[in-house]
T-cell receptor, first 116, second 114 residues
Framework: DARVTQTPRHKVTEMGQEVTMRCQPI?????VFWYRQTMMQGLELLAY????????DSGMPKDRFSAEMPDATLATLKIQPSEPRDSAVYFC??????????????FGQGTRLTVV | AQSVTQLDSQVPVFEEAPVELRCNYS??????LFWYVQYPNQGLQLLLK??????LVKGINGFEAEFNKSQTSFHLRKPSVHISDTAEYFC????????????FGTGTRLTIIP
């Protein structure tokens, strides 16, 4: 059963530390999304890639966040330095973007980040 | 750019009663529409999608939605809800290449009353 795998599922870290979240998209999918979910802001799109190239990272605080896809099987989201306001659930989703079909995204289980 | 509005943040419904969760979208181009469900401490799961063709689409768990282009709506319906339908429901919109990012509404929390 193909699924998006995110690690770690939970992360507690101290303010100022670097945090790296990883995502293994579904094999064959050409689009990867990173979302952040909080009670106040709901689901926010941070960045997304198509064929490993970043297409839009306008939702991401550039000074501390970075997103990469070193290869087709791995997407990473890094926060350095982390701050308490970064506490949220971070979701990775992958999908197959096709002409005249949009993108049906499949979500991972998320990484619950707590910055103390 | 596309946007989605879910007007109802919370909807309480008695068990076995019908429910409608509202979704309106805005876009200058043709869109594709999705409904996702999120159970507590879980990721989002696709309920159904509209890409083209018939405006009435059926999804999993007995849900269906109707695409109405003139009203720019994509409301989700179920004729009889169960306790297990208690969850958060998100409407989302995507478009073609160049606008394929998936934009979500703020969600509607569906609470089923026994």
């Amino acid at each position: 059963d193909a699924r998006v795998t995110q690690t770690p599922r939970h992360k507690v870290t101290e303010m100022g530390q670097e945090v790296t979240m990883r995502c293994q998209p579904i094999l064959g999918h050409n689009t990867v999304f990173w979302y952040r979910q909080t009670m106040m802001q709901g689901l926010e799109l941070l960045a997304y890639f198509r064929n490993r190239a970043p297409l839009d990272d306008s939702g991401m605080p550039k000074d501390r966040f970075s997103a990469e896809m070193p290869d087709a099987t791995l997407a990473t989201l890094k926060i350095q330095p982390s701050e308490p306001r970064d506490s949220a659930v971070y979701f990775c989703a992958s999908g197959l973007t096709r002409d005249r079909a949009g993108t049906e995204a499949f979500f991972g289980q998320g990484t619950r980040l707590t910055v103390v | 750019a596309q946007s989605v509005t879910q007007l109802d943040s919370q909807v309480p419904v008695f068990e076995e009663a019908p429910v409608e969760l509202r979704c309106n979208y805005s876009s200058s181009v043709s869109v594709y529409l999705f409904w996702y469900v999120q159970y507590p401490n879980q990721g989002l799961q696709l309920l159904l999608k509209y890409l083209s063709g018939s405006t009435l689409v059926k999804g999993i768990n007995g849900f269906e939605a109707e695409f109405n282009k003139s009203q720019t709506s994509f409301h989700l319906r179920k004729p009889s809800v169960h306790i297990s339908d208690t969850a958060e429901y998100f409407c989302a919109v995507s478009a073609n290449f160049g606008n394929e990012k998936l934009t979500f509404g703020t969600g509607t929390r569906l609470t089923i009353i026994p």
